[in-house]
């Protein structure tokens, strides 16, 4: 936290009601913290009650360590002395004062959502912003894009923030919305509507609508950014909240349209055209990471700086020096001369694709070799899907597809039905005994492909 506030600020954004607290005007609070751990003098502590552990057993242990006070559901045994603010729920408390923390500075809040490329357009649209706006541009860390990684990263902003890239998960229906209600973006992306969430949801028009509701939040001067080659553009068009809508991708009627697409061996590039009100031009845009779908996020990154005031050759050549997270696309050389492409750190039908198309179309190799995991949370669509998988992959030209998981057992069933060489299709069910195929088998030349959800740990099989 960049700003203290009093105690009395925390009550009056929170209601909460406070026990052995005396002038409360008086308290300082320098940090907001949910993590015991990590509480520093200073702090309010957030007591959280999860599927593990219970904040509010670790009361004593924060005020050792200089909390000034902590936000609690209950009061638990031993601590009817501390300097407690009781509320009903306290990850609601929570949301209200980092609301009201982010009130306090003229930070514009762009929030990213979309089924796929959530966290690297994010990242994106920070970098071609700092080209523009040194120095005045923050981005959610890491995974804080929940209902409390969000109220944490707004307890980062500062008076020199003049724009905060948010990126805004989802899990269920009305999850956006309580996010987009605490953050309150000005500007919203969405980059695609695709199958992740399909479990909870149960149908891609479901998704469509929680994702929706990022616009629907927007204020009537905010800025929308959709996906124009999307199915479900006009869906998404319908919902915006207000009246300014751009849109990106290779469609002919989109405000920034990417065409002549070029696949180098260690690039993705093209040209993106801009047909705004206020600007025109024809922009060559590069990536130094291979997959033509990153450069499609790239192309939302890139209309949004501009759209927001960035020169669109500065935006660009921000994003030609971009470092994304680890585990996104990431193509490592191997010292005994073979390439890993790591993509590992998840997976959906989708992506899934975009992954092998990279594999099979833009590294050059002696053998293509797909390592795959499951793609989880896909529900009642998990067996389709996997199976829709296995068909197309009987089809493509790869030496080697091993499947590492219980679900990929359609796609293997489906891949031998279609005609791919069951001498060429293995099955593990840990990353582990994958691990030990490809230490006997890969050799120089040959290119590795890693893609699979999360919970596998798929990047086990390369670990040395």
Not at 237 to 242: G, I, L, P, S, T
Not at 299 to 305: G, S
Not at 357 to 366: C, D
Request: aromatic residues 6%; charged residues 20%.
């Amino acid at each position: 936290m960049r700003r203290a506030m009093r105690l009395s600020e925390v009550i009056a954004a929170t209601g909460a009601k406070p026990l052995n607290i005396r002038a409360p005007e008086a308290v300082a609070v320098t940090g907001v913290c949910i993590d015991s751990r990590t509480v520093e003098a200073g702090d309010l502590f957030v007591a959280l009650r999860g599927n593990r552990t219970d904040g509010h057993h670790y009361l004593q242990e924060v005020f050792d360590k200089g909390a000034v006070a902590a936000l609690v559901e209950y009061v638990p045994l031993g601590a009817e002395e501390m300097p407690l603010l009781r509320t009903p729920n306290t990850v609601h408390a929570l949301g209200q004062l980092a609301r009201y923390y982010r009130r306090q500075f003229d930070t514009t809040v762009i929030g990213v959502t979309g089924s796929t490329g959530k966290t690297t357009t994010k990242e994106m649209i920070a970098a071609a912003l700092e080209a523009g706006y040194p120095n005045a541009v923050q981005k959610s860390a890491g995974n804080y894009n929940t209902e409390l990684g969000v109220p944490l990263t707004l307890f980062g902003l500062d008076a020199d923030c003049r724009f905060l890239v948010q990126e805004m998960a989802m899990r269920g229906r009305t999850q956006i919305a309580y996010l987009a209600e605490i953050a309150e973006p000005r500007v919203g992306v969405i980059t695609q509507i695709g199958w992740s969430h399909i479990e909870q949801l149960g149908s891609r028009e479901a998704i469509a609508e929680a994702k929706s509701e990022l616009i629907q939040a927007l204020p009537p001067d905010g800025i929308a950014i959709l996906p124009r080659d999307d199915r479900f553009y006009e869906f998404l068009q319908a919902r915006c909240a207000c009246e300014t809508v751009y849109t990106f991708g290779r469609h002919p009627e989109a405000h920034a349209r990417l065409t002549e697409v070029q696949l180098g061996e260690d690039y993705t590039a093209g040209v993106v055209v801009l047909n705004l009100p206020d600007v025109q031009a024809r922009v060559w845009l590069e990536l130094p990471y291979l997959g033509e779908h990153l450069l499609v996020n790239a192309t939302a990154a890139l209309l949004t700086a501009v759209v927001l005031g960035v020169v669109p050759d500065a935006a660009a050549g921000a994003l030609r020096r971009i470092q994304l997270p680890e585990m996104r696309m990431a193509v490592q050389r191997q010292p005994e001369g073979w390439t890993l492409i790591n993509d590992a750190y998840n997976a959906n039908p989708d992506s899934m694709r975009a992954a092998l198309q990279v594999l099979i179309h833009q590294i050059p190799a002696r053998r293509r070799i797909a390592v795959l995991g499951d793609m989880k949370e896909l529900g009642a669509y998990s067996m389709r899907l996997h199976w829709s998988l296995g068909r197309w992959l009987a089809t493509q030209p790869l030496d080697y597809v091993v499947l590492v998981g219980t679900e990929v057992l359609w796609t293997a069933a489906a891949a031998k039905e279609g005609g791919f060489p069951p001498s060429r299709l293995l099955h593990f069910e840990t990353p582990q005994q994958a691990r030990e195929w490809l230490l006997r088998t890969v050799q120089k030349g040959d290119c590795v492909l890693l893609k699979g959800s999360r919970a596998l740990g798929l990047e086990q099989a390369v670990v040395r």
